[in-house]
């Protein structure tokens, strides 16, 4: 049994994410409505996520646009009294994400005892974002100086908005990334969160690998996840769980239900 369907009880689990809205700090953050707002809208989220189905939940500042490769400490902080006030709430496996900094998921997931976190960990890139760099050696030290010896590490190794600054071939990415880094896990994305993962590359990565989980992390919906979950061992959603399949919008618990139920249907074939 893999540590997938050890903590979430199923094959080929459905993670899904709860978007939290800009935070203080955030050029987007709504001031009027405050950090009541944001709990709000998460409370939200979390409720129709759980009702309609999904197997884990995984926190983020999705809209801490643009995003920093850095996180300053009081998004970090604003994350945590979110997920402090929502915990009573929480019925399944969550983790965090701080977008794009691996450190800050770690204290993050410290502070509010997360089981796993999503981000880039390892390689160098060109990015919306600027020049982006990673020091997965440190990322791993920090996790272990935290004893946080259960975290799960999910290893993205195709970030949204960015290229490797050299060409490599996705295969040997995921290679070199499972032998140097031992990932729990590696998710293959689309460009942009809601676009879809070629299937064609979660396969290459698939048959890449000797023994890491692959998820599909971005672009799945109730008519294509059949067809991904076919290939990658479970996957992260987002954006087609909310209201018209609309990344801003809020999370639409029929639309949950009805794409678990595709999935759970899949399961049965297993």
């Known amino acids: 049994m893999s540590w997938l369907q050890d903590l979430f009880h199923v094959e080929k689990p459905i993670i899904a994410m709860c978007h ?14 405050g950090m009541k707002d944001v709990v709000e809208k998460g409370k939200h989220d979390l409720e129709a996520l759980q009702e309609g189905g999904v197997d884990g939940i995984m926190f983020s500042n999705e809209f801490s646009l643009p995003y920093l490769t850095k996180v300053r400490p009081e998004t970090v902080a604003a994350m945590a009294r979110v997920i402090g006030e929502l ?25 509010v005892d997360a089981r796993f976190i999503r981000e880039i960990m390892s390689g160098v890139y060109a990015s919306d974002f600027g020049l982006w760099n990673t020091n997965v050696g440190e990322t791993v ?22 290229k490797y600054l050299a060409e490599r071939d996705i295969c040997e990415i995921a290679k070199s990334t499972e032998f140097n880094n031992r990932p729990d896990a590696i998710c293959v994305s689309g460009l942009t969160a809601g676009a879809e993962t070629d299937t064609q590359a979660l396969k290459k990565v698939k048959e890449s690998v000797k023994r890491t989980p692959i998820l599909c992390n971005t672009g799945c919906n109730k008519n294509n996840i059949v067809r991904q979950l076919s290939v990658a061992d479970g996957a992260v959603c987002a954006t087609t769980f909310k209201y018209d399949g609309v990344f801003e919008n809020l999370v639409d618990v029929d639309r949950v239900k009805e794409f678990m139920a595709v999935v759970k249907d899949f399961r049965q074939t297993l």
């Not at 939290?20 to 409505?33: F, H, I, R, T, W």
């Not at 709430?89 to 969550?94: F, H, L, M, Q, R």
């Not at 030290?141 to 960015?162: C, G, S, T, W, Y």
């Open 20 to 33: 939290l809205q800009a935070m203080p700090g955030d050029p987007y953050y709504d001031y009027k409505k």
């Open 141 to 162: 030290r920090h996790k272990q100086a935290l004893h946080m010896d259960d975290l799960k590490l999910l290893f993205n190794i195709v970030p949204e908005a960015a």
């Open 87 to 111: 915990m009573h709430e929480i019925s399944i496996p969550y983790g965090v994400n701080c977008l794009w900094d691996p450190i800050a998921s770690i204290d993050l997931a410290a502070a």
